[in-house]
Nanobody, 123 residues
Framework: QVQLVESGGGLVQAGGSLRLSCAAS????????MGWFRQAPGKEREFVAVISTSGGLTYYADSVKGRFTISRDNAKNTVYLQMNSLKPEDTAVYYC????????????????WGQGTQVTVSS
């Protein structure tokens, strides 16, 4: 497994930006596809974005496409989520997750999870 620690969450006004970071340790970082998921109160955890092991492939949920950008720095064992044009409906706890091999948009495919970071967008 991989140990994951997210940071960068906070309170921001609608239209603002935040950058989340997820630092990894343990299993070789570059062998992991990395995903971001989020969970709002009373809702199920949902897929946000995923990036392949090399960073060459990225996929996004339709709800964030064009506003969020996932990236990774394998030299720093870190994955990022740049969030622009934030909306109140983006309010959630954001989790990063790791899985060996190819990308996936399904939470159960991931075997390592961080503790989450709160993102709150005010209207």
């Amino acid at each position: 497994q991989v140990q994951l620690v997210e940071s960068g969450g906070g309170l921001v006004q609608a239209g603002g930006s935040l950058r989340l970071s997820c630092a990894a340790s343990g299993r070789t970082f570059s062998s992991n596809a990395m995903g971001w998921f989020r969970q709002a109160p009373g809702k199920e955890r949902e897929f946000v974005a995923v990036i392949s092991t090399s960073g060459g492939l990225t996929y996004y949920a339709d709800s964030v496409k064009g506003r969020f950008t996932i990236s990774r720095d394998n030299a720093k064992n870190t994955v990022y989520l740049q969030m622009n044009s934030l909306k109140p409906e983006d309010t959630a706890v954001y989790y990063c997750a790791a899985k060996v091999g190819s990308t996936a948009a399904v939470a159960r495919s991931y075997d390592s999870w961080g503790q989450g970071t709160q993102v709150t967008v005010s209207s």
